[in-house]
């Protein structure tokens, strides 16, 4: 745990003012941007730093998660929240909403609200190591702004009716720019300055894709499970897989599988140890790939397949959401249903929200909220291990140490946290000690 000080966020907000002044020509620098000696742009390692955890998008979580429903005061946002939190070191989520971006911090405490051009819809904001956070949103644009106050670095308009749905991310190759698909293309776009190329800047846009794309940017290993993530881009768009080659300067496809079902909302999960690749489709199939894009199985699950998947622990198997309210367990190597599975709530229930996903915690337990509104924690044998009912349908939940914040549609942040403990000048809470002394 780690303790949010003064001294340390001032000192951080006030180099951030330093940087420099450099005008981007076609994007717009609104505040400072990083100067000609930028330190490199690489994720954050913070307990949940991106839109599914990491850059294979396994959305699980290398700590526990609450083993009881018990539910702290919610933070009351004034929109809906359609995306998941990240959280900093220091116990501070943030997420947008309506045509802002917001910061809150583990006591539940609103430290900052700041605009984006238009609805920040599904895009979950990517953190990185210098304090910099990077969101896209529906005015087709890709911003850039400090973690601490969410004071606007630099954007870039990308010129293409699409928006900017996924969530960026950050390149493991390149140490200056980051991911981010809108329309039929991907794009990579620098976080710095890097020679004559200034931050907000489209380094490369890819070929065209087959259809427009919902899905993030997953990273594969130059070898399969050395877990550099300097391999290829992975990307579902329209009935295709795509692996695609960052050059530096420009982007190859260099491969796509053969034409499968249908693709809108997930995101493909790179399995860390073996490199295959996981996906979803609206005609039912659950699709395994391996590295080179051969197929592996087509699980058929009986229901339309909106969400991402999620891996366990041992990575022996995916937990699938699906649009008829069930939560499959399928067998990592085979496809088969793991026994115990799927798990059906008692209550009317679907998944049909793009983008949605389960997450897991390091004992195996996963985490669900459908549009039942029922927050639910199963084991991984299949049994219930607790539920508790919110206001609404909810955004991907985020595992934090023996907590889970969950972003909801009825416009709150929810806090699934044992109580405070502590002075009041030194609450631990949600897995982190926070000085309430900081206004």
């Known amino acids: ?69 018990n539910l702290l005061p919610a933070t009351s946002i004034g929109n809906i929240i359609y995306s998941q939190a990240t959280a900093t070191l220091d116990g501070v989520f943030i997420f947008g909403s309506g045509f802002s971006t917001f910061a809150v911090r583990a006591d539940g405490t609103l430290l900052w609200k700041t605009p984006v051009g238009a609805e920040a819809s599904f895009s979950t904001p990517t953190l990185d190591t210098n304090g910099f956070l990077y969101v896209g949103g529906r005015d087709n644009q890709l911003w850039k702004k400090d973690t601490d106050d969410g004071a606007a670095i630099c954007r870039r308009y990308v010129p293409v009716d699409g928006d900017i749905k996924d969530s960026p991310t950050i390149s493991a190759k390149y140490k200056d720019r980051v991911y981010v698909a809108t329309g039929v293309n991907v794009y990579a776009i620098s976080t710095q300055v890097s020679g004559s190329v200034p931050a907000c800047t489209i380094i490369w846009k890819s070929a065209a894709l087959n ?76 699709y395994g790939f391996k590295p080179d894009l051969t197929l592996l199985f087509a699980k058929d699950l009986g229901s339309k397949i909106w969400s991402s998947a999620a891996l366990s622990p041992d990575g022996n198997r995916l937990y699938v959401p699906t649009d008829d309210g069930k939560l499959h367990a399928i067998d990592a190597l085979t496809g088969n249903e793991v026994s115990g599975f799927p798990f059906t709530p008692t209550t009317l229930n679907r998944f049909t929200v793009k983008g949605y996903a389960p997450v897991v915690d390091a004992a195996g337990r996963i985490y669900i909220i459908g549009q039942d509104r029922f927050v639910r924690a199963i084991n991984p044998n299949g049994t219930k291990l607790w539920e508790k009912k919110i206001n609404g349908k909810a955004a991907p939940p985020t595992i934090v140490d023996g907590g889970l914040i969950v972003p909801s549609w009825d416009h709150n942040l929810y806090r699934f946290c044992p109580d405070p403990t502590g002075p009041p000048n030194a609450l631990n809470v949600c897995g982190y000690t926070i000085d309430t002394t900081v206004p």
């Open 1 to 69: 745990m780690r303790t949010i000080a003064r001294a340390g966020r001032n000192g951080r907000v006030a180099r951030g003012r330093m940087l420099e002044t450099l005008v981007l020509g076609a994007a717009l620098l609104i505040g400072a941007a990083a100067s000609s000696a930028s330190a490199d742009t690489t994720l954050l390692n913070s307990k949940w730093p991106m839109y599914g955890h990491d850059p294979k998008h396994t959305f699980r979580s290398p700590f526990s998660g609450p083993t009881t429903n």
């Open 211 to 286: 259809a427009v794309v919902f899905s993030s940017v997953s990273l594969a290993d130059t070898v399969a499970g050395n877990g550099n993530s300097e391999g290829h881009l992975v990307v579902a768009a329209g009935t295709f897989v795509y692996l695609i080659d960052d050059n530096g300067g420009s982007a190859t496809i260099f491969k796509k599988s053969a034409k499968i079902g249908m693709m809108s909302g997930p995101t493909p999960l790179v399995h860390p140890t073996t490199g295959n690749i996981y996906v979803g489709s609206l005609n039912k199939k659950f």
